[in-house]
């Protein structure tokens, strides 16, 4: 079965540190990968595809298909990155349903 | 400007009463999804429709109906057989090549 799972439900660093939200999946298929990502009192926004490999706000994240996951990084945290950061699949094409993992808290303190 | 309008922003629900949540989008898109948002469990799926007069069960659409009469329009009415309705409700939108663009949510709190 098709799932997301992201470990931690809590992330918590110092402005400055490194930081890395971990998601791995399963999928018998080739899957399509996202992050999103929710600030307080905002809606739901895309922040990559892995399809796009592009860095958005300083974060980047590989598609490692050997371990399956899909791990977002930012090598400096900023008090503004602190979200709500939801990893998603999405299979059967382009309007496919998206199926999201559990969320982790960022919290980037100063 | 185009995008996704969900309301109302929250709604209260008294035991035994169906209530309907309105989600309506201009973007053209052609699938829309409902998912519910609770603490440590992520989005959940409850109903998409890729099509207009075409819906499909998510994960969690017991309790939960829909309709899409129109391709703008797709709502949600929570029943009285949902029995645990209080959530913040996100609906969705996307077409081939786009992002998904999500709504503002509903609040559903049961009184």
């Known amino acids: 079965a098709q799932r997301v799972t992201q470990p931690e439900k809590l992330l918590s660093v110092f402005k400055g540190a490194p930081v890395e939200l971990k998601c791995n999946y399963s999928y018998s298929g080739s899957p399509e990968l996202f992050w999103y990502v929710q600030y307080s009192r905002q809606r739901l926004q895309l922040l990559l595809r892995?399809?796009s490999r592009e860095s958005i706000k300083g974060f980047t994240a590989d598609l490692n298909k050997g371990e399956t996951s899909f791990h977002l990084k930012k090598p400096f945290a900023q008090e503004e990155d602190s979200a709500m950061y939801y990893c998603?699949?999405?299979?059967?094409?382009?309007?496919?349903?998206?199926?999201f993992g559990q969320g982790t808290t960022l919290q980037v303190k100063p | 400007d185009g995008g996704i309008t969900q309301s109302p922003k929250y709604l209260f629900r008294k035991e035994g009463q169906n209530v309907t949540l309105s989600c309506e989008q201009n973007?053209?898109?052609?699938?829309m999804y409902w998912y519910r948002q609770d603490p440590g469990q992520g989005l959940r799926l409850i109903y998409y429709s890729q099509i207009v007069n075409d819906f499909q069960k998510g994960d969690i659409a017991e309790g939960y109906s829909v309709s899409r009469e129109k391709k703008e329009s797709f709502p949600l009415t929570v029943t009285s057989a949902q029995k645990n309705p209080t959530a913040f409700y996100l609906c969705?939108?996307?077409?081939?090549?786009?992002?998904?663009?999500f709504g503002s949510g509903t609040r559903l709190t049961v009184v």
């Open positions: 969705a939108s996307v077409t081939g090549g786009s992002g998904y663009t």
């Open positions: 973007l053209n898109h052609d699938a």
């Open positions: 998603a699949l999405r299979y059967s094409g382009n309007t496919g349903k998206l199926i």
């Open positions: 892995h399809i």
